[in-house]
């Protein structure tokens, strides 16, 4: 299979050479530590944000594993403390200072222990000034562009005195040939294209993640083949905007033939795919999506807001009634079809008859369930400068409206399922006290059940007994 890349840039062979050099370095000298002290060194790694973050520390995580560390439970007993930020969100930046400013007695009753930094809240210049400031007891920050010098930034961070900074600025690298350490056996995310070019007005992502690039679908396809060959039976596609994939590439190939490709792969059961631009979301897509028999009936289909008025302001490229007119025609090819979404509410200038566009959007659209936030200043983005901001009550009174509806079609399109069977991926213990084990329908949805643990791992045939608002329970009835 040909390497279908145009101007792009990958991490060359030699640097990623270089970076296993390191990691050999790091574990003779955790060798060492291990010899003289009878214990391991252990790592404390806590992710913030989206999916892809979560697939940024399974790296992480890979290269810790190749360096002889292992996995601490709390900051504590930690050698090691990694926090992956996220910046799209204020609480989450909030929630990440917090945590740096309790680590400061730890620090120094340990002054060897190393916290380090990374992900998008370290793509911000402001962000890593604060941190140079207010948290001296950091040990070493870098960014999402230069993950993949992880080892050698570690080994630098061990051998020097002072805090190790190296955020690159470049708009990113494609990386290929790290490890990798999945923590789940059944499920793996698999990230299909980096950045964003859509800059939509409330958005940080393209200035933290950098311009769309696409990975090939070679390397993809092998990352894919190898995750069947070790018993994985779903895999979700990650990137900011999936639809954009391969319009970086020479040839044509999209993000259909991307789907047909790997609808093909011997092992995996399920493929699933986040997120979805409404504009970029072509009939190619709908009819694979129609098509090829391992694709959930699944879509997440980000609105943000139902005015024509906001989305403009957003920068969405696209109006409210072109975003109700794909819906028909999803629907049209995949009436079975599951829709999720986004909705941000409280934007700045948000009229009380915007916010009744939204609502209008949530009855006749039929939302699954909706992720809901409410509007929270980005430093660096447009929507921040905007001086029409919507008061915190104003937001607030609107969000519970919002809940309000959306759960109640949440609840009423659950309610339809009673009875029904459907086919559940088995994926483990349940959190539910009533119910011992959990998994999820082709379209999503939680299923609770009694089951036991040779099930796990396999799709089996449950009969819906009981709804809630946000998930189903039921029983067993073949495998």
């Not at 200035?207 to 390397?219: P, Q």
């Not at 009380?352 to 566009?357: G, I, P, S, V």
């Amino acid at each position: 299979m040909k390497r279908n890349t145009k101007n792009q840039t990958h991490v060359s062979e030699e640097e990623i050479v270089k970076q296993y050099r390191f990691m050999d370095l790091i574990k003779e000298i955790n060798a060492e530590y291990e010899m003289k002290s009878g214990r391991k060194r252990l790592v404390f790694l806590q992710s913030f944000g989206c999916q892809m973050n979560e697939n940024d520390s399974e790296r992480l995580w890979g290269m810790l594993s190749e360096m002889g560390y292992c996995e601490g439970k709390n900051s504590e007993e930690s050698d090691v403390i990694i926090f992956n930020t996220c910046c799209v969100r204020e609480n989450a930046e909030e929630k990440v200072y917090g945590h740096l400013g309790a680590l400061k007695k730890q620090k120094a009753d340990n002054p060897e222990k190393i916290i380090a930094v990374c992900g998008c809240m370290m793509q911000q210049g402001h962000v890593v000034e604060t941190i140079k400031k207010k948290y001296r007891h950091v040990g070493l920050v870098f960014g999402t562009h230069n993950l993949y010098k992880f080892p050698e930034l570690l080994y630098n961070a061990i051998n020097e005195n002072s805090p190790v900074i190296d955020v690159d600025e470049s708009p990113g690298s494609i990386t290929e040939g790290l490890p990798i350490e999945r923590k789940d056996t059944i499920k793996a995310w698999v990230t299909v294209m980096y950045g964003c070019n859509n800059f939509c007005s409330y958005c940080i992502v393209p200035y933290v993640r950098g311009r769309e690039r696409s990975r090939s679908i070679e390397d993809i396809v092998n990352e894919v083949e190898e995750l069947g060959r070790k018993n994985y039976k779903e895999i979700t596609l990650l990137g900011q905007n999936v639809n954009s994939y391969g319009k970086d590439f020479a040839d044509n190939t999209s993000f259909a033939s991307l789907l047909r490709e790997l609808n093909n792969i011997e092992g995996i059961e399920r493929i699933r795919f986040l997120t979805s631009h409404p504009k970029d979301l072509t009939e190619d897509i709908i009819l694979a999506m129609r098509d090829l028999d391992k694709l959930c009936e699944h879509l997440h289909l980000p609105i943000q807001a139902g005015s024509t008025r906001i989305l403009e302001s957003m920068n969405r490229k696209y109006t409210k009634e072109d975003y109700l007119n794909l819906v028909g025609k999803i629907r049209e090819k995949i009436p079975n079809i599951a829709l999720t979404t986004d909705i941000i509410v409280g934007y700045p200038g948000e009229t009380e008859e915007d916010f009744e566009d939204t609502l209008d959007v949530l009855r006749k659209v039929r939302y699954d369930f909706a992720y809901t936030f409410l509007y929270s200043k980005r430093t660096g983005t447009p929507a921040a400068k905007n001086e029409n901001q919507v008061s915190e009550e104003v937001k607030k009174a609107r969000f519970e409206r919002l809940l309000e509806v959306q759960n109640k079609i949440s609840k009423e399109i659950n309610d339809k399922l009673l009875g029904t069977t459907e086919e559940i991926l088995v994926e483990g213990l349940s959190k539910n006290s009533v119910w011992n084990y959990t998994g999820r329908t082709r379209t999503n949805k939680i299923v609770n059940f009694k089951g036991s643990k040779e099930l796990v791992g396999k799709l089996v045939k449950v009969k819906i007994t009981g709804t809630q608002t946000w998930s189903l329970e039921g029983e067993v009835i073949s495998w």
